[in-house]
T-cell receptor
Framework: SQTIHQWPATLVQPVGSPLSLECTVE??????LYWYRQAAGRGLQLLFY??????ISSEVPQNLSASRPQDRQFILSSKKLLLSDSGFYLC???????????FGPGTRLTVT | GDSVTQMEGPVTLSEEAFLTINCTYT??????LFWYVQYPGEGLQLLLK?????DKGSNKGFEATYRKETTSFHLEKGSVQVSDSAVYFC??????????FGTGTQLKVEL
C-alpha cells in the first residue's frame, strides 16, 4: 500500500534561519507531488507541484523553493525564513489518471 | 481563474442534527469536485467526489451532488456525530493536475 511521510512534525525556527522540510512517498512510482501551506484561519494554498524528477512548478512567488531530487522525494526549502512563513505545510501525491490526492500528516512550522 | 467559495464557520450543531455546508465554484469547462476532511492535527483525507454533472458522491453518511446549473456541491449529512467534528474543504480540479480549495468550514458537534 502507498504511504506518505513528512518530517519533522513540528518545527520552531528563528527568523532568518534556513528551512528544509522533506516528504517521501512509498508504494507508488512517478507520482505527481504537491506542497501546500495552510495559514491560521485560512484555506490551503498550493505552493509547488512536480510531475517528475527535477520538474517544479511554482504557484505563488515567495520566499520558498522546492526540489525533487528523486522520484518519490519532495523537499521544501528556504534560505531565510520570514515570520509570514509560519503555517501548516502539507505534502500530497497523486498518480496519473487518479482524481484523488493523498495528503501527508503535515509539518507545523512556527517562525519566531 | 478557478475558485471555490464555502460558507464561513464555525458551524456548531448538536449531535443528530442535520448538516449542510454550502460550496459554490467558478471554473471553465467541467471540473471534478471534491470534499476533503481534516481532523484536528492531521492532514486532509478525501471524503467524497463527483466527476460529472448530476453525480452524487457519498461516504460515511455524507453526500454531495454536482449541480452544474447552480455551480454548487453542497455537503449534507442527515445526523451528525461528535466524531464528525473537523474542518471540511470543498475543492475542484479543472485540469492541469491541480486542486483549488475553498477556505474550509469548521464543524463542531456537541452532545
Amino acid at each position: 500500500s502507498q504511504t506518505i511521510h513528512q518530517w519533522p512534525a513540528t518545527l520552531v525556527q528563528p527568523v532568518g534561519s534556513p528551512l528544509s522540510l522533506e516528504c517521501t512517498v512509498e508504494g507508488t512510482s512517478n507520482p505527481n507531488l504537491y506542497w501546500y501551506r495552510q495559514a491560521a484561519g485560512r484555506g490551503l494554498q498550493l505552493l509547488f507541484y512536480s510531475v517528475g524528477i527535477g520538474q517544479i512548478s511554482s504557484e505563488v512567488p515567495q520566499n520558498l523553493s522546492a526540489s525533487r531530487p528523486q522520484d518519490r522525494q519532495f523537499i521544501l526549502s528556504s534560505k531565510k525564513l520570514l515570520l509570514s512563513d509560519s503555517g501548516f505545510y502539507l505534502c500530497a501525491w497523486r498518480t496519473l489518471g487518479s482524481y484523488e490526492q493523498y495528503f501527508g500528516p503535515g509539518t507545523r512550522l512556527t517562525v519566531t | 481563474g478557478d475558485s471555490v467559495t464555502q460558507m464561513e464557520g464555525p458551524v456548531t450543531l448538536s449531535e443528530e442534527a442535520f448538516l449542510t455546508i454550502n460550496c459554490t465554484y467558478t471554473a471553465t469547462g467541467y471540473p471534478s469536485l471534491f470534499w476533503y476532511v481534516q481532523y484536528p492535527g492531521e492532514g486532509l483525507q478525501l471524503l467524497l467526489k463527483a466527476t460529472k454533472a448530476d453525480d452524487k458522491g457519498s461516504n460515511k453518511g455524507f453526500e454531495a451532488t454536482y449541480r452544474k446549473e447552480t455551480t454548487s456541491f453542497h455537503l449534507e449529512k442527515g445526523s451528525v456525530q461528535v466524531s464528525d467534528s473537523a474542518v471540511y474543504f470543498c475543492a475542484l480540479e479543472g485540469g492541469g493536475n491541480k486542486l483549488t480549495f475553498g477556505t474550509g468550514t469548521q464543524l463542531k458537534v456537541e452532545l
